[in-house]
């Protein structure tokens, strides 16, 4: 069952001179980990306020086609409401936090929308334990590090419980290996509790691997869409000028070269590295 689902969606900015979007039309299912990648200014991020409502409610400008998000029309309801359904965690974690602790920062969406107390208790405490910052709670989120305050960000989507959450180049502030452990954590999500997750994302060597659906955008418009390993092992991708994984690349060669690998096509160093053993243990 697809749970966003956008037909011909074309979007210009207020005052803009071209669009932004061009004829989008995408279809995600429930429980997918999508990635959604492209060159710098390709429409990523306009793609990700369209989906809970920022465009067209808060952005106005012109918008063309259909979106559909967990049933919903989001031209039809505000952004208050599709909330409730989904969690968009921007690019700047600091854009996010303003409360004078993190325990408050992730209890503020509740609050917000007048849940019981008890309840409010049981989510924050939960998110914060999800996300591994329980011990800092009472900290104030400006005093904490990058990979902790992009943590706080999580968890105040979280804690709100929605169906989708959505997350703009979350890690695009972090180190490699901090940005790893965030990935892992939106992962850990998407399979324990079947959380659909669509994440926008250029560095492809740290998350490709999890997803299993890919978007790549170009100048507003989608051209291609479909099964990871697929799209990223195709030509056209390659061209695009996208991030491809160094390790599908690495395997394209060595292909090409005559070696004989695994037919799957390699979306990390590990999956390299276990295909080179086997190929090595071969011979």
């Given at each position: 069952m697809a749970v966003i689902e956008t037909k011909d969606l074309s979007y210009t900015y207020p005052g803009g001179t071209k669009p932004s979007l061009t004829e989008v039309s995408i279809k995600v299912e429930k429980g997918d980990f999508v990635l959604i990648t492209g060159p710098s200014g390709c429409g990523k991020t306009t793609l990700c306020r369209c989906f809970n409502g920022l465009i067209p409610h808060f952005y106005q400008g012109e918008l063309k086609g259909t979106i559909?998000?967990?049933?919903?029309?989001?031209t039809?309801?505000?952004?208050?409401?599709?909330?409730?359904?989904?969690?968009?965690?921007?690019?700047?974690?600091e854009n996010?936090?303003?409360a004078l602790s993190i325990e408050k920062d992730v209890?503020?969406?509740?609050?917000?929308?007048?849940?019981?107390?008890?309840?409010?208790?049981?989510?924050?405490?939960?998110?914060?334990?999800l996300t591994g910052i329980y011990d800092i709670r009472d900290s104030s989120p400006h005093e904490v590090s990058g990979g902790q305050q992009q943590r706080v960000a999580i968890a105040a989507v979280l804690a709100m419980q929605p169906e989708i959450i959505v997350l703009d180049e979350?890690?695009?502030?972090?180190?490699?290996?901090?940005?790893?452990?965030?990935?892992e954590v939106i992962h850990d999500l998407n399979q324990r509790l079947g959380m659909t997750v669509v994440l926008v994302e250029h560095r492809l060597d740290l998350t490709a691997r999890y997803a299993?659906?890919?978007?790549?955008?170009?100048?507003?418009?989608?051209?291609?869409?479909?099964?990871?390993?697929?799209?990223?092992?195709?030509?056209?991708t390659r061209l695009v000028g996208v991030g491809i994984p160094k390790a599908t690349l690495l395997h394209q060669l060595l292909m090409k070269e005559g070696m004989k690998l695994g037919k799957t096509t390699p979306?990390?160093?590990?999956?390299?590295?276990?295909?080179?053993s086997e190929a090595f243990g071969r011979h």
């Open positions: 559909s998000v967990a049933g919903k029309d989001v039809k309801h505000q952004t208050h409401e599709m909330a409730r359904h989904v969690g968009l965690v921007f690019q700047n974690p996010q936090l303003f209890a503020f969406g509740l609050e917000n929308l007048g849940f019981p107390r008890t309840e409010m208790r049981e989510r924050v405490d939960w998110a914060l334990r979350p890690t695009s502030f972090l180190d490699p290996l901090s940005a790893e452990k965030i990935f299993n659906h890919i978007v790549i955008m170009d100048q507003g418009k989608v051209c291609s869409d479909g099964e990871t390993r697929e799209i990223l092992s195709s030509e056209e979306l990390s160093s590990d999956e390299m590295v276990e295909q080179l």
